[in-house]
Structure formats: C-alpha cells, structure tokens
C-alpha cells in the first residue's frame, strides 16, 4: 500500500537548530541545523519505510496571508545567520539524497502539505504529516496522521481523529478555533487578548466554534464577555490566518513524489562534503559514491578473510600460530565491563583470523590459550583493551601484555571525536567495511546472540580490523610527537585503572543505609516546613507548581520565563535567596533529595553483592581535556562543597582491618601550571614563596598588603584566578560575583593590567591555535580547535577560551596521570602492600596498612610533586583516617 510522508522543512530544520548543540565543519560553517534534521529523516525512512514523500518549503517571507494582515509574523526575530546559511545546505543534501522537495511561491510550507494530503486523502492514501507545528493537527482524518516533533527532533507525538479527541475534546477541523481564540505569538497572530488554551477549550466545548463563541456572548458575563465583544475582529481574522489553505495551485504529480530509497550514489559524498561520518557510517555508504570505492578514508567492501572458528579438535592448529599473534578482540555485551557477558574471543596474525567461544576459552583444553593472554611478555593489540580486561577478569581470565589500544591512540590523534567506535575507525582508515554490531545482535529488547559462524565471523572482523588499525595509527602518533605520550603514559595508566578497578574500594552499606534514613527524615522535615510558610501543599518536584507559588502565590520577582513558563532552575533559585526564607529551604531541599537519590540509592545499588565494594569504571577516552571520568558509578562527583556531601565519603573504608584510608591532592595545581607556562613573575612569586595565591593576588590586584586584604577582596580574586583556568569572560565572572558585568570587565581588566605574563600568554596562544589549528599540553597531547577561525562569533569565542585553557587543564590532567603512573611503579619496587583505589580530580586514594602508613605519607605526595619538574613547585597534601571522609 501507498504511504506518504509530507515534512514541514522550515518547522524542523528550525528545531533542529536551537536543539543541537553547536557543530561546524571543518571549514568552520555551522551544520547543526542540517545533522539534526538528517537523523530525524533518516529515522523516519528506517521506520515508516515510504513509498512517496516530500519535504516543503515556505517560498520567500511574503505570503498571500499578508496581504489581509501585514504584521503576520512580525513579531518573529530575524533568522539567525547561522542557520540562514543551511537552508541551501539542506536542500542540496536533500537533492543528493534523493528525496524530493517542494516550494511555490506565495505559499507556505504547511499550505502545499494542507493540499497534498488533501488530495491524498480523497484517494484513500495513507498520509503521516511530520512536523513540530500544532496547527497542523486540523489535517488529521481518517486517512491522515500528524507527527507532532517534540524536544528537539528525537520525541514523536502522533495524532488521528482520535487521540485529538482525547487530548482536547475536539475535532481536528476545531483546532482552527482554538488557535483563532488563543492567537500564535510565534506567527504573530493576536488571538483574543487574555484567552489562552485553557480558556478557549472552555468556551469551543460550550459554543462549538469561534462564530458560535461570538454569537454566544451574551451567556457570558463579566471580563470575558467584554473582551471577546471588543475583539471579535481578532477573533475572526486569527481564525482565517490559523486555517492552513488546501487549495494550492500544485505543478507536481504524484510521480514526483515516489520515493524509492536512498541515492547511493550521491548520497555518501554529499554526506562526506558535510562531514557527517556517523551517518555515512550508519547507511554502510562511502564517501566516493557507491559503496566499494575503497577510496582513502572510506571503508570498503567486508573483505575475504581466512576465518577459522575454534573448537576442541582444532584448537592445537591456533596454538601452534600464538606466536604469530599480535591482535585480538574481546567480544562482550552491557555497558558496565564490571558485569558485561564476555561472549567470544577473536584472535588475527596477518595471515589468518580466528575465533575462540567463550565455553571453549574457560574449559581445561583451552589451558595454554589463557596462559597466553595473561603473559605479559608477548604484546598484544586490540580495541578498548581496558574494558577487556575488566570483562576477562571477572571470568577468571586473566589478561596482560596491553601494547596498542586502538581506540585509545584514537582519542589521542583526535580527543574531539569522544569515543569513536571500530566502524568509525574502519571509515577513517579505509578498511574493509564492518558490519554495525545491531545488525548483527539486534538491538535493545532485541538483542540476541547469532548462530556460531556468523558470531565467530563478525568477531574476526573487529581483530583484522584492528591489525590494519595499528600500522597507520603508529606512524601517525611518530608524526604527532605523541609516541612517547601513548606508550610512556596513556597504555600503562590503562593496565592501572583496570587494577584499581578489579581492587574497588569497600562501602559500608549499613552506613549507606543509615545515611539515607537521616536525609529522608531532613526532606521531610524541609517539605513541611516548605508548605507552612506557603500556606498550601503542592508537588515540589513540579517546575511549573513551584513557579505559581513563588511568583505568583509570593509575588516574588520573574528572573527568567521558558516557554512553558516560569524558570525555577538553581541559578534564578540563587538569585532570588534574599527575596524569601522559602527559596534558601527549596534550595536545601533540592541539595538533600538529590544526594539521597543520586547518592544513597545509586550507590546501594552500585555495592557487589560478590566482594561488598564499589567497582567503579574509568574512561580515558571521553574528555577533550585528557581528565578521567568515572562511571557505574561516577565516584568524581560526589558533592563535598556542603557537609551532607561529605558525609557519603564516610561510607568508604579500607577492605582490610587495621588499614587507612590514605589521600592525598594537589594544591592549586591548575594555577601552578599557568604560572610555569606563562612564565608570569608575580605568579611564580606567589608559588615559589608559598603564598596563598589567592591573597596574593588581591594583594596585587587591589594594591594593598596582605593584612588590608578583606574576604570580599580575596573572594573577587579567588574568583578570577578559577576563570582564567577555565576561560574567562565578564558574563560568568558577573555572575560568580553578583557584579554587573561593567564591574566584572573592569576587574579582569586590572588582573591582566598586573599578570602581564598571563595576558601574554593568553594572546599568544590563541594567535599560535588560528596558525596550527590545535593546541598542545606540556607532554605533546593535542586538542584540535575547527572553529577558531569561525565567522561566527560565538563558536570562534568559544574556541579561543579553550585554546587558552587547554593547555592548563590538559597539562594538570596529565600530572595526575604521570604521579599515578610513578606511585604504581614505587609501589611495585618497594613491594608494598598498600593499594591505589581512586583518582578523583586532583586527589589520588588509597587504602594502606598500618606498618606502611608512616612510608605512604611521606612517600604519596614526594612522588606526586616530583610528577614533572616545573618552575613553581607541585604541592601535594596528605591526610588519612578510617575511611575516606576522615582522609579529607
């Protein structure tokens, strides 16, 4: 049967714009816009599967509607540059993809799709309209059916007859009614002036239509009757203005709309000339047209391979080819490797690929195999090689001999491209082409394991792919001087994550437990007190409840409206603090609940039932930075600004009786490295004579001495120290302060006028990122910046803050990483007992036992301020206890 779709393109290729985060070529032109709009086409072709289809256009800004009512969309803001410059990028994607397109001109976009599935209808064809616009609900019949977008382009709505019935008691054809009482202040149409929609479902289910409300006035009394007489006008021409034109003069036959699928041929390079590689990924095209071009950069066909699946009776012919063996792929399912399945093991010498199941690898006969893979002599090759480790090790298997991550030494080469995945890589090397993994599980509920031979196969595929892999990647990282950073640094810290992580650190979930008793009797006690002072109860978790009792309940004053209504996010709660006791408890309530959900019962549920410890994962691949981050469960984020935070850390303590917990942090670590690459000598000063920075620098700034500084001086300083780390700006600074942004200007103005090193080196670096294109850490690690030459001036801004910071930042993150490195080897050599557990930031943890504990505090922070050699000194502080809150 026919099925046509009919998309509004100026409606969701404006959504997809304020969606998406910014994204831009590397030519620096915005694609944001037009990436969102491609997966939300891409999804509804996979999904739906249409015969015919088209995405209309409005045609110019003047419609035949305005010529009854010249302010039609006049309220609308000018059309932001950025997207402005995509409308013809989409259009010729769309024209490469072979979908067809529609504009004519005085109509807009919902007036062609009015009239087409008019005349669809009538043929008794099946229509889906898609599209974020409401008034489109009155096309909805018995044949039509509306995909009303919501949040971004990824939420779908759809409405019939019937589930507009449900949601509004009324017919499609009254949706015109609505909006003529209610107006669009999006398309500029008035409306009657204080009837909004609930107001207006009211009076269409009493009169029926806006001509019946107006000829019914007379039943009404009072405000409303004499604004419905008073603009009855409105009323009328808001209707005609809301009721979309199905009688379009069409030029176009039902042929034009057929659909037959995806151009190969010029889909893949027109995705390529946008730079959209997950999506040429996603479709198996190439860049160079149809797939099997092969050319550089674009995977080819799944080549021939010698594949052997492993079973008893042939398993001694894979153990006599070990020794040729240099690359393997652990296959497992589940995110979290600490309780992934591993399901197989693939194994490839340039010859010949094999493939090992996992019932086969655990048995006795396979006793020489693992022998192999736990011998850390022979180096072994393979993709995320870490959560291999963690998967193996939880069956048994132990695994070492780590020597090339491929996905590590690709976050290196690009840390901007967060997580890239073997396809990925297969693309960008232009190996043979990979099949997708949910091709061949499936995907969610769906997942299953397939028979043996197209198991072993797939497998295979992902070690050959990686032998390919690690030749390229090689070469590149000699040419990047960043060899030594991946094989001195980044593949070692990998083996001691894995260690730290398989150690896992003890929780006391009695404790845990104990602790969520006493934040639920403090929510509870807050939630009371909450609803005394505003003299009703209502849900405190509800954005728009806990809107009308603030500003319109208290009257308290509007800091910031959304488009559903008021804003009672933290920033505007924090603003509005001094207005009223209430906002301090709603705050506190907010901070107590989420440690308590967050918290307490994540963490319950993160404890192994096996070992009685948090197993934490670390990534190493996920910050542009070169930071860790932490996951099932993120143990970095644990809030320890309030003391309710810190109390979660008393819940970890050491696994062994009579050990400590033992930590140490760097001290104002970021700061150390901006005085050392700025080559400042105020700064330096400040290190070398062991001020506190942050007086010092008010000191200064202000041009007082160290007894004249007052807490607000040192605050203001404190403040735009931290922002010349992270990047600063008078906006934050301004809001840091609660400082207007004059204020905020003028103050970083004195700090450069005093930290002339620091201004130096923030112009320079930004001149050398334009040059280059990245930026690098003291150690080499690269960040690449595409939009520091940006016309926009928002992304070009943003990228000039990130080349300054970067190199600060990347540079503290890679000390931490090196101090773990050294303190893994000095335990090691000294053969020590004490164990590393976890990184958090700056700090380093771990638990130690008592005939070590005088050693590992002076030991701890000599080898983590002797980490690099600087011209300021590292400073590292120690403290320990009985578990980790008392360590802090």
């Known amino acids: 049967m026919d099925k046509l779709i009919l998309i509004d393109g100026n409606n969701i290729i404006y959504r997809a714009f304020f969606a998406m985060p910014p994204l831009t070529n590397t030519a620096g032109k915005p694609t944001n816009a037009v990436y969102g709009f491609t ?210 003069p069409l030029e176009h036959t039902w042929e034009d709309m057929v659909f037959t699928g995806l151009n190969k041929d010029t889909a893949g390079p027109a995705l390529a000339k946008l730079e959209f590689k997950s999506l040429l990924e996603r479709l198996s095209l190439s860049a160079n047209g149809p797939a099997g071009t092969g050319a550089e950069g674009d995977s080819t066909p799944e080549a021939e391979l010698d594949i052997t699946i492993i079973d008893e009776a042939n398993l001694d012919e894979l153990l006599t080819k070990l020794p040729g063996i240099s690359a393997l792929h652990v296959e497992t399912n589940g995110d979290n490797p600490h309780r992934s399945e591993v399901i197989g093991l693939a194994l490839s010498s340039e010859e010949r690929h094999y493939f090992v199941p996992i019932s086969l690898l655990k048995s006795p006969a396979a006793d020489q195999l693992r022998a192999w893979l736990s011998d850390e002599t022979t180096p072994k090759s393979g993709y995320d090689l870490h959560r291999a480790d963690l998967a193996l090790h939880w069956q048994g298997i132990p695994f070492a001999g780590a020597a090339h991550d491929v996905q590590l030494a690709a976050y290196l080469l690009d840390p901007t491209e967060a997580n890239q995945n073997l396809n990925d890589l297969t693309a960008k090397y232009g190996l043979p082409h990979l099949s997708a993994d949910e091709d061949v599980f499936g995907k969610g509920a769906k997942y299953k394991i397939p028979e043996l031979e197209v198991l072993g196969t797939h497998v295979a595929r992902k070690s050959a792919t990686v032998l390919g892999i690690v030749q390229k990647q090689q070469q590149e990282l000699i040419d990047t001087a960043m060899k030594g950073l991946f094989e001195d640094l980044e593949m070692p810290l990998s083996r001691i994550l894995a260690d730290m992580e398989k150690q896992g650190i003890a929780a006391h979930k009695e404790d845990l437990m104990e602790l969520g008793k006493e934040f639920e009797w403090q929510i509870s006690k807050l939630v009371t007190e909450i609803y005394e002072i505003c003299g009703t109860e ?31 996010d933290a920033e505007v709660l924090e603003k509005l603090a001094p207005y009223h006791d209430v906002v301090r408890l709603i705050l506190q309530y907010r901070t107590i609940a989420k440690l308590q ?226 303190m893994d080897k000095a335990l090691f050599d000294r053969q020590l007992k004490s164990r590393m557990l976890l990184q958090v930031h700056d700090e380093l943890v771990f638990e130690v036992p008592a005939d070590e504990l005088e050693l590992m505090k002076t030991l701890l922070p000599e080898v983590m301020e002797g980490a690099l050699k600087l011209s300021v000194p590292l400073k590292a502080e120690v403290s320990y206890g009985s578990n980790w809150y008392e360590a802090k």
């Open 597 to 822: 959900s967050t918290y307490v019962e994540g963490l319950l549920k993160e404890i192994s039932p096996v070992t009685g410890k948090v197993h934490t994962f670390y990534r190493q691949t996920i910050a542009a930075t070169g930071r860790l981050s932490s996951q099932f469960p993120n143990l970095q984020n644990i809030p320890i600004r309030l003391e309710e935070g810190r109390k979660i850390r008393k819940v970890f303590v050491p696994s062994e009786p009579g050990w400590s917990i033992l930590a140490a942090d760097y001290s104002q670590i970021e700061l150390r490295v901006l005085a050392h690459i700025s080559d400042d000598e105020r700064l330096k000063e400040a290190f070398l004579q062991d001020m506190d920075i942050h007086t010092k620098t008010a000191m200064d700034v202000f041009g007082v001495t160290a007894d004249q500084v007052d807490s607000n001086m040192r605050r203001s300083a404190k403040a735009v120290n931290f922002g010349i780390v992270y990047g600063i700006s008078d906006y934050g600074l301004s809001q840091n302060l609660n400082i207007t942004r004059k204020e905020a200007s003028h103050f970083i103005e004195q700090y450069f006028e005093v930290f002339q090193g620091v201004r130096r080196y923030m112009d320079d670096i930004v001149v050398e990122a334009k040059k280059k294109g990245y930026v690098t850490t003291l150690l080499e690690r690269r960040r690449y910046l595409p939009e520091i030459n940006a016309s926009n001036f928002n992304l070009r801004s943003f990228a000039e803050r990130t080349a300054m910071n970067t190199p600060i930042q990347g540079t503290a993150a890679d000390i931490i990483k090196l101090a773990m490195v050294h």
């Open 538 to 568: 209502f849900n405190l978790n509800s954005p728009k409840q806990l809107g009308e009792i603030l500003f319109v309940k208290l009257g308290l004053p509007v800091v910031k409206k959304t488009k559903t209504g008021y804003s009672t």
């Open 39 to 248: 997966t939300m086409l891409l999804r509804l072709i996979e999904e739906q599967k249409p015969t015919h289809m088209i995405v209309a256009f409005d045609a110019g800004k003047v419609t035949f509607r305005h010529e009854g009512y010249q302010e039609y969309k006049g309220g609308r803001e000018k059309t932001p540059p950025e997207l402005s410059e995509q409308f013809p990028m989409l259009k010729e994607l769309l024209r490469d993809l072979g979908v067809p397109q529609f504009e004519i001109g005085s109509y807009e976009a919902d007036d062609i799709i009015g009239t087409i599935s008019r005349e669809a209808d009538e043929q008794g064809r099946q229509v889906l309209i898609v599209s974020g616009d409401k008034d489109m609900l009155q096309l909805a019949s018995e044949h039509t059916t509306i995909a009303l977008i919501r949040k971004g382009v990824t939420e779908v709505e759809i409405y019939g007859p019937e589930q507009i019935r449900e949601k509004y008691n009324l017919t499609p054809e009254q949706i015109i009614d609505l909006k003529g009482l209610m107006g669009d202040a999006s398309d500029n149409i008035p409306g009657v002036p204080g009837v909004g929609e609930k107001t207006a479902l009211k009076l269409l289910h009493q009169f029926g239509s806006v001509e019946g409300v107006l000829a019914g006035t007379s039943e009404l009394k009072g405000k409303m009757k004499e604004k419905l007489e008073a603009h009855a006008e409105d009323a009328v021409m808001s209707k005609k203005l809301a009721t979309i034109h199905r009688e379009v």
